[in-house]
């Protein structure tokens, strides 16, 4: 079974600044997709950024991108200048691409933004 | 039209009550989801629904029935709830087997038993 872990529950970042956010995964597979998914205090939880497992390439959404390194199965998200709308649940999450539907999260990170 | 919408955002129900939650999403998705969530915790996987079909059932009690109308629709059928069972119930749906796997999320309907 695949499984997803975030180590931080919590981080801080200053306004303008730059964070962070850990996610490493356990799979057999070798082709499936990631995903960092943000969920505010508004409760919908809105994509972030997306990366193929065969892509080499860190994917990269603006001020958001990944450092993607397959065979540490690590997934880590990048947040550049930090600003307070940042402020969220950020979960990291697996899903295997074939026939099946199953999306696996992680346990989260809450991202603090000081002004 | 990019969104899935929820309705209500939110509810109160007692114990002894049939209520239902509803998804609507106009993508033209083949497969939606039904997720639970408590305070603090990631999205718990209860239904998937591929193309109106119930593809998995994650051994959710039987006292939430899932039904899908039609491609655009799915509904959560709530009886005889617990207090335990208060969560946020998040709503998704997804365009089909051969895509990047996104999941498009509604804002959830929040739901507390008394």
């Known amino acids: 079974a695949q499984t997803v872990t975030q180590s931080q529950p919590e981080m801080s970042v200053q306004e303008a600044e730059t964070v962070t956010l850990s996610c490493t995964y356990d799979?057999?597979?070798?082709?499936?997709?990631l995903f960092w998914y943000k969920q505010p205090p508004s409760r919908q939880m809105i994509l972030v950024i997306r990366?193929?497992?065969?892509?080499?390439q860190n994917a990269t959404e603006n001020r958001f991108s990944v450092n993607f390194q397959k065979a540490a199965k690590s997934f880590s998200l990048k947040i550049s200048d930090s600003q307070l709308g940042d402020a969220a649940m950020y979960f990291c999450?697996?899903?295997?691409?074939?026939?099946?539907?199953?999306?696996?999260f992680g346990g989260g990170t809450r991202l603090m933004v000081k002004p | 039209d990019t969104e899935v919408t929820q309705t209500p955002k939110h509810l109160v129900m007692g114990m002894t009550n049939k209520k239902s939650l509803k998804c609507e999403q106009h993508?033209?998705?083949?497969?939606m989801y039904w997720y639970k969530q408590k305070a603090k915790k990631p999205p718990e996987l209860m239904f998937v629904?591929?193309?109106?079909?119930?593809?998995i059932n994650e051994s959710v009690p039987s006292r939430f029935s899932p039904e899908c109308p039609n491609s655009s629709l799915l509904n959560l059928h709530l009886h005889a709830l617990q207090p335990e069972d208060s969560a946020l119930y998040l709503c998704?749906?997804?365009?089909?087997?051969?895509?990047?796997?996104?999941?498009?999320f509604g804002e959830g309907s929040r739901l507390t038993v008394l």
């Open positions: 998704a749906s997804r365009l089909g087997q051969a895509n990047t796997g996104e999941l498009f």
């Open positions: 799979t057999s597979e070798s082709d499936y997709y």
């Open positions: 990366q193929e497992a065969y892509k080499q």
């Open positions: 999450a697996y899903r295997l691409n074939n026939a099946g539907n199953m999306l696996t």
């Open positions: 993508m033209g998705h083949r497969a």
């Open positions: 629904y591929s193309y109106e079909k119930l593809s």
